[in-house]
């Protein structure tokens, strides 16, 4: 009797990408293995994803036990204006989650010896219908497929796709996290069981209630999440921004804590401007912290037997709420291709790839039309994506 070989994936990157990928292919019986440059778990200390139905449709698939009793809900989208006047409300009710509670669920689900921490993916090489990993370490690995789920500044994509890279769209999200017990009384009063938002045309305040930083979803534990998007200049101004305190120049955000003393004034200076709620949050608020709006989008995902996923392929703006959805939505469809054209990996690879592409626009698009538009940013994707289909 013939036994089918188990296939094996390489994943690169241990973040929300890598573990949905991981969760989806173990799930249709793949031998999986992730390998993530940070030696140590990843510790987010970021903060609010919206949780939408392409995650819960990917823990599902995987058995993993997460629901939207897991996170917190809000009814109501409030807009406020000047003196904290409510100048609209409907009822659109959603679920918060936070990063952490999304990956720590999916960490817990696989065993830890389907992870190698400290293992810095380099190149690959691909010899028929196998592909060959090589680290930064010396180790090499071989299987049957390499996912690249390594985000923004993807190894793999800049091995097969040198000149795309993330572009700059112009403006900043600053943001903050407030645990709810110490957020002013007026504050909680308006925020309350709302999804909140400020705009005045050149700016977006935006705020939700998530997790608290253990997942804990009881009242009095959860936390207070909101941004702020500001414009800031391309070039120096931005790059001035980005140094952090100790004045190493990142390019993409900086971590809680990180960010120079000038500019945390600065902005608490511009927020008395703000609706007296949201002056409240950023007052209370220990340690803001800031990243680079960014758009990316790759023209192809599949390169024989590798692949990209996640942020690695496509970075929308964060107003479409969607970049942990999107990263799922790849991982679970990858998943359905693989197990439908078990046969004919190279058929399932690229009928998925036609799918992810096309959903990569719209959603991109979408987001950079809407983030244009929200802080009246004159541009069009033409200009940022001149070469795509
Ligand atoms: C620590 C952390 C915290 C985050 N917090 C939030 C949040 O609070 N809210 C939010 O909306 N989004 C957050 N994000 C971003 C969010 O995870 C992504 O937008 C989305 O979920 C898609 O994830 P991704 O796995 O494709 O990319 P990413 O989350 O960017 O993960 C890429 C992973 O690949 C690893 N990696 C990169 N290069 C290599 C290499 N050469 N070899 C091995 N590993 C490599 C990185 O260390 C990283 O873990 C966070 C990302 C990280 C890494």
Known sequence: ???TKQRRALIIGGSLGGLFTATTLRAIGWDVHIFERSAHDLDSRGGGVVLQADVLAAFRFA????????????????????????????????TQTSWNSLYSAMNRSLPPELTSRAERFMRYEQHGD???????????ERADLLIGADGPKSSLRAQVLPGVMP?????????????????????VEMLQGT???QHDGETMMLEYMVPGEDGSIEVGKRRWNWVWYRKVSPGADLQSLLTDRNGKAKTTSLYPG???????????HASKLLAPTFQDLVEATAEPFVQAILDMRVPQMVFGRALVVGDAASIPRPHTAGSTAKAAANAL?????LSQGENDIDAALQAWEFDQLLAAR????????????????????????????
Do not use: C, K, N
Not at 71 to 91: E, F, K, M, N, T
Not at 130 to 140: H, P, W
Not at 333 to 337: D, I, K, P, Q, V
Not at 372 to 380: E, L
């Open 1 to 3: 009797m013939t036994q």
């Open 63 to 94: 058995g993993i036990d997460y629901d939207e009793s897991h996170g917190v809900p809000s009814g109501d989208r409030i807009y406020l204006g000047a003196g904290d006047a409510v100048l609209s409300r409907q009822h659109m009710p959603q």
């Open 130 to 140: 196998e592909v060959v990993a090589y680290f930064e370490s010396g180790r090499v």
């Open 167 to 187: 572009t700059y769209a112009g403006y900043v999200a600053w943001r903050g996290l407030v645990p709810e017990t110490s957020l002013s009384t007026r504050a």
């Open 195 to 197: 999804f909140a938002f």
């Open 258 to 268: 990180a960010v120079q003393d000038a500019y945390l004034s600065e902005m608490r």
């Open 333 to 337: 469809s990858l998943a359905h291709a």
């Open 362 to 389: 719209q959603m991109t698009e979408w987001g950079m039309r809407a983030g244009d538009r929200i802080m009246g940013i004159p541009r069009t994707t033409a200009a940022i994506f001149p070469r795509q289909p």
